[in-house]
């Protein structure tokens, strides 16, 4: 079929869109500080600005490309990934772009040659490509291997090679935690096994495409699942201890000064060289201290995903770590005579109650922290579910199948961003140590603020029940009932502790909001 045009009109055409064709490319194959697309009349030159790596090529030369198509996929200087995209449609012309091959600044990519109007035709036509030779095919094959890939890949950059085989060590080091010692094991084993997945080479788990990527990208990046994770929290949780003793909230307020403390210590650690936190990323690290794994998450997401991996770990890993943690902080700051201190029976709490606490904390949360109410609101939506009583089945839900599925995922999510150029450095290092700081400092704060307490009221108060404030439900209570119990064999403390501990969960919330509004 041919197709007629006037001779005028297609020359015009043509000048026109020689014209435009350069603007019509920049916003696409330009990114800032990273490419540069050079055009002449009927073609486009892209060079690199900055180093670059190439992590995945989708086109070869000699291709047709339509305006929108993907052409690679770049790894930037600092690890993190770079999609190049055809502005223009037109033919490949020149292509130099390979697996883990590296540009420097200022050199050519490619040649991208404008065509206004692609006709493919099928049938008689030759194809344009000839079948590959045997020997050709077992060579790509053997090529394609993942020992191959790490070996070229050392040789281009040491996070491709021995990097990744690092942070498979440490995958299998979150799946010994998670099922020989029973650490976290719901988050640390879909981590762990995350963690491989991403770091198989030639696999692209993470990469645009992945499936792990669209898993951090829907669920992580947006927030979701961090907030599901709040939901089904909030089902499974009892205001009933807080709420006969309200005075106990007051001690989930003080363990997040944790959060706060390790902000500075965060910003301190710009002195030692290799370490660069900005404000956002010692936010972001400081919110451990609430031992709040699906608050760090969100928070992180939001103001830091760079930090995201190791954030996480650490999060989590001393949340399975309170057993080991708390106790000597809480011996060291109490005395013998304290911690055999027995409490009077909590009051017995009606079902108004419990109905009307998960609305008034809406309602204020919405009146002095609107941004703190994804977190609060999912959470007391799950709480009501719990306490109204007429959507048993909604309940169930929250608290069994929708966690579950959503946990998985979110491990999994989570351990897609262990990529040794993010983990293996000093800043993880400084991430490690800042968590267990924060960790101490809102144990101790809590504790310290339950004996004031003690000392000013009228009633005894076990200052053991000051380390619950944190918001590792229920293993923070546990933890102080056990300690209670070694002190006096008939103190039991697990409902007291348990006031604190619930609040401790909305505290974590709150200066997650306060971050998140301030920054």
């Given at each position: 079929?041919?197709?007629?045009?006037h001779?005028?009109?297609?020359?015009?055409f043509?000048?026109?869109f020689?014209?435009?064709?350069?603007?019509?490319?920049?916003?696409?194959?330009?990114?800032p500080?990273?490419?540069?697309?050079?055009?002449?009349?009927?073609?486009?030159?892209?060079?690199?600005?900055?180093?670059?790596?190439?992590?995945e090529?989708?086109?070869?030369?000699?291709?047709?490309?339509?305006?929108?198509d993907?052409?690679?996929v770049?790894?930037r200087?600092d690890?993190?990934?770079l999609?190049i995209?055809?502005?223009?449609?037109?033919?490949i012309?020149e292509?130099?772009l390979?697996?883990?091959?590296?540009f420097k600044?200022?050199?050519?990519l490619?040649?991208?040659?404008?065509k206004p109007?692609i006709?493919?035709?099928s049938g008689?036509?030759?194809?344009?490509?000839?079948?590959?030779?045997l020997?050709?095919?077992?060579?790509?094959?053997?090529?394609?291997?993942g020992?191959?890939?790490?070996?070229?890949g050392q040789?281009?950059?040491?996070?491709?090679?021995?990097?990744?085989v690092?942070?498979?060590?440490?995958?299998?080091?979150?799946?010994?935690?998670?099922?020989?010692?029973?650490?976290?094991?719901?988050l640390?084993?879909?981590?762990?096994?995350?963690?491989?997945l991403?770091?198989?080479?030639g696999?692209?788990?993470?990469?645009?495409?992945g499936?792990?990527?669209?898993?951090?990208e829907?669920g992580i990046?947006?927030g979701?699942?961090?907030?599901?994770?709040?939901?089904?929290?909030g089902?499974?949780t009892?205001?009933g201890?807080?709420?006969?003793?309200?005075?106990?909230?007051?001690?989930?307020?003080?363990a997040q000064?944790?959060?706060?403390?390790?902000l500075?210590?965060?910003?301190?650690?710009?002195?030692i060289?290799?370490?660069d936190f900005?404000?956002?990323?010692?936010?972001s690290?400081?919110?451990?201290?609430?031992a709040?794994?699906?608050?760090?998450?969100?928070?992180?997401?939001?103001?830091?995903?760079?930090l995201?991996?190791s954030?996480?770990?650490a999060?989590?890993?001393y949340?399975?770590?309170v057993?080991?943690?708390?106790?000597?902080?809480?011996?060291?700051?109490?005395t013998?005579?304290?911690?055999q201190?027995?409490?009077q029976?909590l009051r017995?709490?009606?079902?108004?109650?419990?109905i009307i606490?998960?609305?008034?904390?809406?309602?204020?949360?919405?009146l002095?922290?609107p941004?703190?109410?994804?977190?609060?609101g999912m959470f007391?939506f799950?709480?009501?579910?719990?306490?109204?009583?007429?959507?048993?089945?909604?309940s169930?839900?929250?608290?069994?199948?929708l966690?579950?599925?959503?946990?998985?995922?979110?491990?999994?999510?989570?351990?897609?961003?262990?990529?040794?150029?993010?983990?293996l450095n000093?800043?993880?290092?400084?991430?490690?140590?800042?968590?267990?700081?924060?960790f101490?400092?809102?144990?101790?704060s809590?504790?310290?603020?339950a004996?004031?307490?003690?000392r000013m009221?009228?009633?005894s108060?076990?200052p053991?029940?000051?380390?619950?404030?944190?918001?590792?439900?229920?293993?923070?209570?546990?933890v102080?009932?056990?300690?209670?119990?070694?002190?006096?064999?008939?103190?039991?403390?697990i409902?007291?502790?348990?006031?604190?501990?619930v609040?401790?969960?909305?505290?974590?919330?709150?200066?997650?909001?306060v971050l998140l509004?301030m920054?």
């Open positions: 079929m041919k197709i007629g045009m001779p005028l009109s297609i020359l015009q043509r000048k026109i020689s014209r435009m064709s350069f603007w019509l490319l920049i916003p696409v194959m330009t990114l500080g990273l490419l540069n697309a050079q055009a002449v009349p009927d073609r486009v030159t892209i060079t690199a600005r900055g180093p670059l790596q190439v992590s090529v989708l086109v070869r030369q000699g291709e047709s490309v339509v305006a929108g993907t052409l690679a770049m790894k200087a690890g993190s990934k999609t995209r055809a502005g223009v449609s037109g033919s012309t292509w130099k390979k697996p883990y091959r590296s600044d200022g050199e050519m490619g040649v991208l040659q404008v109007l006709i493919e035709t008689t036509a030759s194809p344009e490509f000839k079948e590959p030779h020997q050709v095919m077992f060579q790509e094959l053997q090529d394609s291997t020992l191959a890939r790490m070996i070229r040789e281009m950059d040491w996070s491709e090679g021995i990097g990744r690092v942070m498979m060590l440490v995958g299998l080091v979150l799946l010994f935690l998670g099922i020989q010692k029973k650490f976290e094991p719901l640390l084993v879909p981590i762990g096994f995350g963690t491989l991403t770091n198989i080479p696999a692209g788990m993470s990469e645009p495409g499936l792990l990527y669209y898993v951090y829907m990046t947006t979701i699942f961090p907030l599901l994770i709040f939901m089904g929290i089902a499974m009892d205001f201890p807080m709420l006969a003793n309200p005075r106990t909230a007051l001690l989930g307020g003080a000064f944790g959060i706060f403390a390790t500075l210590g965060a910003l301190a650690l710009n002195w060289p290799g370490i900005s404000l956002r990323d010692a936010a690290i400081g919110i451990i201290g609430g709040d794994g699906p608050t760090a998450i969100f928070l992180s997401s939001q103001l830091s995903p760079r995201l991996g954030i996480a770990i999060a989590y890993s949340m399975a770590l057993p080991l943690i708390q106790p000597p902080i809480m011996k060291l700051l109490t013998e005579s304290e911690r201190m027995e409490m029976q017995y709490v009606s079902r108004r109650e419990k606490f998960p609305l008034l904390v809406l309602i204020l949360c919405a002095l922290l941004s703190a109410a994804p977190l609060i007391m799950g709480n009501l579910a719990r306490e109204c009583g007429v959507i048993e089945r909604l169930s839900t929250m608290q069994n199948a966690i579950n599925t959503v946990t998985i995922f979110l491990g999994l999510g989570v351990g897609s961003k262990l990529l040794a150029t993010r983990f000093l800043e993880t290092v400084g991430i490690l140590i800042l968590g267990v700081i924060a101490s400092i809102g144990t101790a809590g504790v310290l603020l004996k004031l307490m003690n009221s009228s009633m108060i076990n053991l029940i000051g380390a619950a404030g944190v918001s590792a439900v229920p293993m923070a209570a546990r102080v009932n056990h300690v209670g119990l070694e002190a006096n064999p008939q103190n039991h403390l409902m007291h502790a348990m006031g604190p501990n609040s401790g969960v909305i505290g974590s919330a709150v200066a997650a909001g509004s920054l």
